[in-house]
């Protein structure tokens, strides 16, 4: 399964990650900043450490699982 992980730093400079299943492909970096820079504008997210402050970075991440029969 592959997931979009949208990264920002809160309040405390702590890195606060959040996963979206299934994105859209290819990813499009413009419309990923966009949408990361309305979260912030917009306060829409929210973490233990406080507000999110700046986005830290974003990426695409694929984990594979492979069943063992015994």
Do not use: C, W
């Not at 499009?28 to 700046?54: F, H, K, V």
């Amino acid at each position: 399964m592959r997931k979009l992980e949208l990264k920002f730093l809160n309040e405390e400079g702590k890195v606060v990650t959040y996963s979206l299943d299934h994105p859209a492909e290819p990813a499009n970096p413009e419309t990923i900043q966009e949408a990361m820079d309305a979260i912030l504008r917009e306060n829409a997210l929210y973490s233990t450490g406080g507000e999110l402050t700046e986005i830290h970075s974003a990426r695409i991440v694929e984990r594979i699982v492979e069943e063992i029969e015994l």
